[in-house]
């Protein structure tokens, strides 16, 4: 059984932040990698930023310059720091975890967060 779950969502002013989080819970599951992506209404989900279990990173475009996603391995957690937040990231966003369960490569989602970016 794994489970992903995310919080940290919510209604926040243009420029402001917000911090998101996620956690995955699971037996038989190793670790590779989390990411963050979203969703906008009529778009298609895009990546907002991946954290492998070694630190590697990788944002999307929207995300540079603006967005932090930072990790504990020991809490199998991932955070998502978001500033200088703008209209235009208001969208549902969700956590992925990749790994494998004996051997066999597997990836799970968060029932995702409601991010709104409005005045």
């Known amino acids: 059984q794994v489970r992903v779950v995310e919080s940290g969502g919510g209604l926040v002013q243009p420029g402001g932040s917000l911090r998101l989080s996620c956690t995955v819970s699971?037996?038989?599951?190793?670790?590779?990698?989390m990411g963050w992506y979203r969703q906008a209404p009529g778009e298609e989900r895009e990546l907002v930023a991946r954290?492998?279990?070694?630190?590697?990173?990788r944002y999307g475009d929207p995300a540079k310059g603006r967005f932090t996603i930072s990790r504990d391995n020991a809490k199998n957690t991932v955070d998502l720091q978001m500033n200088s937040l703008e209209p235009e990231d208001t969208a549902v966003y969700s956590c992925n975890a990749e790994g494998d369960i004996g051997g066999a490569m597997v990836g799970y989602w968060g029932q995702g967060t409601q991010v709104t970016v409005s005045s």
């Open positions: 954290i492998t279990i070694d630190g590697d990173t």
């Open positions: 699971a037996s038989r599951f190793r670790l590779h990698a």
